[in-house]
């Protein structure tokens, strides 16, 4: 069964510095997204991406977070300068043209300290 | 302002038992509605979209009610596989894209011998 794939599947890293958070989505899907979930919290929307470019983004997706497509098969968050409330797991997940369901990855459990 | 709510639980059940969760979404706006299935540090996984005539899937009935703006979510016969917790989700599907989804904080369901 296909499925959204996701590396590393856990993260530590240095307050200010930089990661990437790497995404293989399904390889038809078209619709890609990252949502994130701090512990203990609900599951929260960051951005969603189509046709190379971003289609949709939250509150939570500042200056300090991009979105890139680099080839034919990931999808990749970068986080800027990691602050230590960037604590959280992150889901890549994608869907299909006219299918509103949209299938997770298993995360990537990134800790900042 | 919350835009899904949920009653956290955890509704703790024999085996057996049936077990009804509720969640109410602020947006009228709404246009697609799920019912996601998270186990422990895991990814959600739908477990069933939610249609205004109802619809049911063995032992999982869901209802939505537009005007109440009211999802319910009934399992019958619980299993200690059942054992989770339940996110209600809408999604806002904007234009051509899918839109984001919106996750309510989960209910947590614990299903005892």
């Known amino acids: 069964e296909p499925e959204v794939t996701q590396t590393p599947s856990h993260q530590v890293t240095q307050m200010g510095q930089e990661v990437i958070l790497r995404c293989v989505p399904i390889s038809n899907h078209l619709y890609f997204y990252w949502y994130r979930q701090i512990l203990g919290q609900k599951v929260e929307f960051l951005v969603s991406f189509y046709n190379n470019e971003i289609s949709e983004k939250s509150e939570i997706f500042d200056d300090q977070f991009s979105v890139e497509r680099p080839d034919g098969s990931n999808f990749t968050l970068k986080i800027r300068s990691t602050k230590l409330e960037d604590s959280a797991m992150y889901f890549c997940?994608?869907?299909?043209?006219?299918?509103?369901?949209?299938?997770f990855g298993q995360g990537t459990r990134l800790t900042v300290v | 302002r919350k835009e899904v709510e949920q009653d956290p639980g955890p509704f703790n059940v024999p085996e057996g038992a049936t077990v009804a969760f509720n969640c109410t979404y602020s947006n009228s706006a709404s246009q697609s509605f799920f019912w996601y299935r998270q186990d422990c540090r895991k990814e959600p996984k739908l477990l069933m979209s939610v249609y205004s005539s109802g619809n049911e899937d063995g032992r999982f009935t869901a209802q939505l009610n537009r005007a109440s703006q009211y999802i319910s979510l009934l399992i019958r016969d619980s299993k200690l596989s059942d054992s989770a917790t339940y996110l209600c989700v809408v999604n806002m599907n904007y234009g051509g894209s899918q839109g984001n989804l919106i996750f309510g904080k989960g209910t947590k369901l614990s299903v005892k011998p």
């Open positions: 997940a994608s869907g299909s043209e006219g299918d509103s369901e949209a299938f």
